[in-house]
């Protein structure tokens, strides 16, 4: 530089003039304009994290100006036109920015030192300009402090202000991409990261460039932003070029478990393209997009070509477009379709969350036909993945996953919950879903349809369209069991947040509809929940609004439905261990049991003796109260009360176990016999009171017979130990002999009964008798004494022992039947043919008006009990006759009789 032509030259206010005699006889550099200007040195030789230095009286700001104001005269006078020669040799300085430590050279150390924040010191001596640019850039790095002064630290570092600086802003803004360009691809040529550097050029390397991404990131002004994002997009492009293989793991290992050379885990080309693909927002004007309209374009394809090149960059770059303003809609069509393309074929599940939140926000609203194409890419969608990225794991893989943490919980429940804030806010894309849904046949409907709908539930808007939606699914059969299973097993975790807001809520309307399907898939969304969701609180929310289904008493078919959830519940390992803690909820159930129907009585005392545990503990876990409360209706003399005495009882021995003892046995044997002994009505007096008479012909039929049609059911569902099926033989087998049918080998010997056949009786409601219906004829053993019972003087006789006779005959059938354990029906043979003691055929007929009002009832009472004896007879006899002694299917205890 002409030295006459710096001095004579009044550059500016602030450029210090003691420092004009160093740039003479010398060419104009980028070193001499910061000595020029105050910078004493540029950094020290070591690697102390303290920035570039200052003279004295030199702050950041004056810097800036003075830099300014130099450059400006240089280029006005003619000393450096446009700069050309300080923008060279800022190049090379920022090319060779390193120096010597102790430990060796440390490359990119004076960058690293630009890029710190800056110091105050002492002022440096003057320096021969005639130098040449590495030994001033030497002397500015190796200038020493005064050791009686203290330094003071700025914000801004050298590079801030040199960005301020419009003459220099663009030269160092490409200067310093080619930078990263340059340490990305030197820093993963060595397959460690540093085997043939010292640790200080490693750790240089480690924050130059998050520190040069931050500098351009927050600058205040952009000289020529249009070049600064297309140096951006360059340098982009070729750091992707750099990036491992992207089928390497984490660990720099390809499929083959061969480990790549160049790849670390912790690639720093990737970093730098994480941080710089953020940065393209916040450098990106509306400005420069009106004054170049295809820089748009050329950003969109960058990160396409990125985000295929490397799917893991797929979520900065979604974040990056989701913050840029688009200037066509055809960029907008290209990002939504790039986006669904990208969700279809989407192989790791940490991008799905990133992916739909995108779509849910940027897809354009009133534009049906992307909305349509939206919800049918989220249509596809599954819950689980397997361990090679696949999606839907296998149902009976995922029932050993129940409640459990696996490694896409979170990406799917973040999914989950992105979906959930979309539909809230999106009602395009909720009628968009809803009305998809609705035009899909039966067949066609898949799991994400269901949990899809879950999450447009969650807000409160839109409960009541899912609610009837859902319903009128259940009912057309599209929204099935196996799709509440695909969707809730194994994926508890991921659906946890739909659980109060979604799922709850639409199990309870679903069990209160009143149509059967709506009913049934309420029910099963219970059971599923309450075996999925593992946590305490979640499954007493279930079994608190069971109960109340239960107690509410609005329908039986909504009681039936809850009951039903807690029978499967108790016969599911899960569920049974689960349930014991809730049995004070259960027992509470005891308070309406008067209200209770038959067959939800006997699902009632089932599920409690059930969930209680065995006979032993049965007694020491709250369920006294059930005890005692059977004992309290067995005292009662009503019949339509003591059956639900009756019903607890049985229950209780039907659920001694598998691990039955004696005494448990014997314990129930003694239930049955108190039973037994409740229901022998005034046994003593053998007469009826007309109010006992009133209440037996209201219940429908005896205690006795009740109890009967308890142990009958109980039988069927081989619940019963052989010890009390053989009690039961034991104690009523001789019953049907002794009280119902007469000796008839050579001839009634019975004098009341051949009284009754030749009309002496002298008993004024007895009509003549006969023998009748003798299909066994002279191989004939045994009779049916039916007019017997019916002309009897005893009210207990004629209107309580003929109605056990059906159901004593139905007991000693199941019992003695092979396929539920029994000897074998042939025990009971003889009653197949056997004559019947009845009314005449005169009498029989529908022109009986010879007989008196009082014998008319008699036979028609007769003709009843005889027509129900022969149907219990066939019903008893057929399946043997069908099938003999092979085994078939066995009923449920809690079957309707």
Same mark, same amino acid.
């Given at each position: 530089?002409?030295?006459?032509?710096?001095?004579?030259?009044?550059?500016?206010?602030?450029?210090?003039?003691?420092?004009?005699?160093?740039?003479?006889?010398?060419?104009?550099?980028?070193?001499?304009?910061?000595?020029?200007?105050?910078?004493?040195?540029?950094?020290?030789?070591?690697?102390?994290?303290?920035?570039?230095?200052?003279?004295?009286?030199?702050?950041?700001?004056?810097?800036?100006?003075?830099?300014?104001?130099?450059?400006?005269?240089?280029?006005?006078?003619?000393?450096?036109?446009?700069?050309?020669?300080?923008?060279?040799?800022?190049?090379?300085?920022?090319?060779?920015?390193?120096?010597?430590?102790?430990?060796?050279?440390?490359?990119?150390?004076?960058?690293?030192?630009?890029?710190?924040?800056?110091?105050?010191?002492?002022?440096?001596? %003057?320096?021969?300009? =005639?130098? *040449?640019?590495? $030994?001033?850039?030497?002397?500015? #790095?190796?200038?020493? !402090?005064? &050791?009686?002064?203290?330094?003071?630290?700025?914000?801004?570092?050298?590079?801030?202000?040199?960005?301020?600086?419009?003459?220099?802003?663009?030269?160092?803004?490409?200067?310093?991409?080619?930078?990263?360009?340059?340490?990305?691809?030197?820093?993963?040529?060595?397959?460690?990261?540093?085997?043939?550097?010292?640790?200080?050029?490693?750790?240089?390397?480690?924050?130059?460039?998050?520190?040069?991404?931050?500098?351009?990131?927050?600058?205040?002004?952009?000289?020529?932003?249009?070049?600064?994002?297309?140096?951006?997009?360059?340098?982009?492009?070729?750091?992707?070029?750099?990036?491992?293989?992207?089928?390497?793991?984490?660990?720099?290992? %390809?499929?083959?478990? =061969?480990? *790549?050379?160049? $790849?670390?885990?912790?690639?720093? #080309?990737?970093?730098? !393209?994480? &941080?710089?693909?953020?940065?393209?927002?916040?450098?990106?004007?509306?400005?420069?997009?009106?004054?170049?309209?295809?820089?748009?374009?050329?950003?969109?394809?960058?990160?396409?070509?990125?985000?295929?090149?490397?799917?893991?960059?797929?979520?900065?770059?979604?974040?990056?477009?989701?913050?840029?303003?688009?200037?066509?809609?055809?960029?907008?069509?290209?990002?939504?379709?790039?986006?669904?393309?990208?969700?279809?074929?989407?192989?790791?599940?940490?991008?799905?969350?990133?992916?739909?939140?995108?779509?849910?926000?940027?897809?354009?609203?009133?534009?049906?036909?992307?909305?349509?194409?939206?919800?049918?890419?989220?249509?596809?969608?599954?819950?689980?993945?397997?361990?090679?990225?696949?999606?839907?794991?296998?149902?009976?893989?995922?029932?050993?996953?129940?409640?459990?943490?696996?490694?896409?919980?979170?990406?799917?429940?973040?999914?989950?919950?992105?979906?959930?804030?979309?539909?809230?806010?999106?009602?395009?894309?909720?009628?968009?879903?809803?009305?998809?849904?609705?035009?899909?046949?039966?067949?066609?409907?898949?799991?994400?349809?269901?949990?899809?709908?879950?999450?447009?539930?969650?807000?409160?808007?839109?409960?009541?369209?899912?609610?009837?939606?859902?319903?009128?699914?259940?009912?057309?059969?599209?929204?099935?069991?196996?799709?509440?299973?695909?969707?809730?097993?194994?994926?508890?975790?991921?659906?946890?947040?739909?659980?109060?807001?979604?799922?709850?809520?639409?199990?309870?309307?679903?069990?209160?509809?009143?149509?059967?399907?709506?009913?049934?898939?309420?029910?099963?969304?219970?059971?599923?929940?309450?075996?999925?969701?593992?946590?305490?609180?979640?499954?007493?929310?279930?079994?608190?609004?069971?109960?109340?289904?239960?107690?509410?008493?609005?329908?039986?078919?909504?009681?039936?439905?809850?009951?039903?959830?807690?029978?499967?519940?108790?016969?599911?390992?899960?569920?049974?261990?689960?349930?014991?803690?809730?049995?004070?909820?259960?027992?509470?159930?005891?308070?309406?049991?008067?209200?209770?129907?038959?067959?939800?009585?006997?699902?009632?005392?089932?599920?409690?003796?059930?969930?209680?545990?065995?006979?032993?503990?049965?007694?020491?876990?709250?369920?006294?109260?059930?005890?005692?409360?059977?004992?309290?209706?067995?005292?009662?003399?009503?019949?339509?009360?003591?059956?639900?005495?009756?019903?607890?009882?049985?229950?209780?021995?039907?659920?001694?176990?598998?691990?039955?003892?004696?005494?448990?046995?014997?314990?129930?044997?003694?239930?049955?016999?108190?039973?037994?002994?409740?229901?022998?009505?005034?046994?003593?007096?053998?007469?009826?009171?007309?109010?006992?008479?009133?209440?037996?012909?209201?219940?429908?039929?005896?205690?006795?017979?009740?109890?009967?049609?308890?142990?009958?059911?109980?039988?069927?569902?081989?619940?019963?130990?052989?010890?009390?099926?053989?009690?039961?033989?034991?104690?009523?087998?001789?019953?049907?002999?002794?009280?119902?049918?007469?000796?008839?080998?050579?001839?009634?010997?019975?004098?009341?009964?051949?009284?009754?056949?030749?009309?002496?009786?002298?008993?004024?409601?007895?009509?003549?008798?006969?023998?009748?219906?003798?299909?066994?004829?002279?191989?004939?053993?045994?009779?049916?004494?039916?007019?017997?019972?019916?002309?009897?003087?005893?009210?207990?006789?004629?209107?309580?022992?003929?109605?056990?006779?059906?159901?004593?005959?139905?007991?000693?059938?199941?019992?003695?039947?092979?396929?539920?354990?029994?000897?074998?029906?042939?025990?009971?043979?003889?009653?197949?043919?056997?004559?019947?003691?009845?009314?005449?055929?005169?009498?029989?007929?529908?022109?009986?008006?010879?007989?008196?009002?009082?014998?008319?009832?008699?036979?028609?009472?007769?003709?009843?009990?005889?027509?129900?004896?022969?149907?219990?007879?066939?019903?008893?006899?057929?399946?043997?006759?069908?099938?003999?002694?092979?085994?078939?299917?066995?009923?449920?205890?809690?079957?309707?009789?």
């Amino acid at each position: 530089m002409p030295t006459r032509a710096i001095q004579d030259t009044d550059l500016s206010t602030n450029v210090n003039p003691s420092k004009k005699s160093r740039t003479s006889n010398a060419e104009p550099d980028f070193t001499k304009v910061l000595l020029e200007c105050g910078v004493s040195s540029l950094g020290s030789n070591d690697m102390v994290k303290t920035g570039s230095s200052l003279d004295q009286d030199v702050t950041p700001s004056s810097l800036r100006a003075s830099i300014h104001g130099l450059l400006s005269e240089m280029h006005k006078g003619g000393v450096d036109v446009d700069n050309a020669m300080v923008l060279e040799t800022m190049d090379q300085v920022i090319v060779s920015s390193s120096f010597e430590t102790d430990n060796g050279e440390v490359k990119n150390g004076l960058l690293w030192k630009m890029l710190l924040p800056m110091t105050t010191t002492t002022t440096c001596s %003057d320096t021969d300009l =005639n130098s *040449n640019t590495d $030994v001033q850039a030497s002397q500015l #790095s190796q200038t020493h !402090l005064d &050791d009686n002064f203290q330094p003071k630290s700025f914000d801004a570092s050298l590079i801030k202000i040199l960005l301020r600086v419009d003459a220099i802003q663009s030269t160092l803004l490409t200067c310093l991409l080619a930078k990263l360009q340059e340490i990305a691809t030197s820093q993963d040529e060595d397959s460690m990261g540093a085997i043939n550097e010292t640790l200080d050029t490693f750790t240089c390397n480690e924050e130059v460039p998050r520190l040069i991404i931050s500098h351009i990131k927050w600058l205040e002004l952009i000289a020529d932003p249009i070049l600064l994002v297309n140096a951006t997009l360059e340098c982009i492009t070729v750091l992707c070029t750099a990036l491992p293989d992207a089928d390497a793991d984490a660990d720099g290992r %390809d499929p083959n478990g =061969n480990r *790549n050379v160049g $790849v670390s885990g912790d690639n720093i #080309s990737r970093k730098i !393209l994480f &941080d710089l693909i953020a940065t393209l927002p916040d450098i990106v004007d509306d400005g420069s997009i009106t004054q170049d309209p295809e820089l748009m374009d050329n950003i969109l394809s960058t990160l396409r070509d990125v985000r295929v090149q490397d799917p893991t960059l797929l979520i900065p770059c979604l974040d990056a477009v989701s913050s840029l303003r688009f200037t066509t809609e055809d960029q907008v069509d290209i990002i939504i379709n790039d986006a669904l393309e990208a969700l279809e074929s989407v192989s790791e599940s940490f991008l799905l969350p990133a992916l739909c939140k995108f779509l849910v926000q940027n897809v354009a609203r009133g534009d049906n036909a992307m909305c349509d194409k939206t919800i049918e890419t989220f249509r596809r969608l599954k819950l689980g993945f397997d361990a090679d990225g696949e999606m839907a794991i296998d149902a009976n893989v995922r029932d050993t996953r129940r409640g459990q943490v696996h490694d896409m919980t979170d990406s799917e429940a973040l999914m989950l919950e992105a979906l959930s804030q979309g539909f809230m806010y999106r009602t395009d894309l909720t009628n968009a879903l809803i009305n998809a849904i609705k035009c899909t046949a039966p067949s066609q409907h898949g799991v994400a349809d269901f949990f899809l709908l879950m999450c447009c539930a969650s807000a409160a808007h839109n409960k009541a369209k899912v609610k009837q939606l859902v319903k009128s699914k259940t009912v057309s059969g599209g929204f099935h069991r196996g799709l509440v299973v695909d969707t809730i097993k194994g994926n508890g975790v991921a659906l946890n947040h739909l659980f109060d807001t979604s799922m709850l809520p639409l199990a309870d309307t679903l069990v209160r509809a009143s149509e059967k399907a709506a009913r049934e898939f309420g029910g099963q969304l219970y059971e599923e929940m309450f075996l999925e969701f593992a946590d305490r609180v979640q499954r007493q929310e279930i079994v608190g609004q069971l109960v109340i289904h239960i107690a509410s008493g609005s329908s039986y078919d909504e009681t039936d439905v809850a009951l039903r959830v807690f029978s499967n519940l108790a016969q599911n390992s899960i569920g049974l261990q689960s349930l014991k803690m809730f049995l004070p909820f259960l027992t509470s159930l005891l308070e309406n049991v008067q209200h209770f129907q038959t067959p939800h009585l006997r699902r009632l005392f089932l599920l409690l003796f059930t969930v209680g545990g065995d006979a032993d503990d049965i007694m020491n876990n709250g369920s006294d109260e059930v005890q005692i409360l059977i004992n309290k209706f067995l005292a009662l003399q009503q019949v339509g009360v003591k059956q639900i005495g009756i019903i607890g009882a049985v229950a209780y021995a039907s659920c001694l176990g598998k691990n039955e003892t004696p005494e448990k046995v014997k314990d129930a044997i003694n239930m049955l016999e108190l039973v037994q002994k409740s229901c022998a009505v005034n046994s003593c007096k053998r007469t009826l009171q007309r109010w006992e008479l009133s209440e037996i012909h209201e219940a429908g039929s005896s205690a006795m017979s009740i109890f009967f049609g308890e142990l009958c059911l109980s039988i069927q569902a081989s619940s019963l130990s052989q010890h009390i099926k053989q009690w039961i033989l034991d104690r009523f087998g001789t019953a049907l002999e002794d009280i119902y049918l007469g000796d008839f080998e050579g001839g009634v010997k019975d004098k009341a009964d051949r009284a009754l056949l030749d009309g002496s009786s002298g008993i004024k409601m007895a009509p003549k008798g006969e023998m009748r219906y003798n299909i066994d004829e002279g191989e004939a053993v045994v009779y049916l004494k039916l007019l017997s019972l019916h002309v009897s003087n005893d009210l207990h006789n004629r209107d309580v022992v003929t109605q056990q006779l059906c159901p004593l005959l139905r007991l000693l059938t199941v019992a003695y039947e092979e396929r539920y354990g029994g000897e074998g029906i042939d025990n009971i043979d003889a009653l197949l043919g056997c004559p019947v003691l009845l009314p005449d055929s005169s009498s029989s007929g529908v022109d009986f008006t010879h007989l008196s009002e009082v014998q008319k009832h008699t036979t028609v009472a007769t003709l009843f009990t005889a027509v129900s004896w022969f149907r219990e007879v066939v019903n008893s006899f057929i399946y043997s006759a069908a099938f003999g002694n092979s085994n078939g299917s066995q009923p449920t205890q809690d079957q309707d009789s």
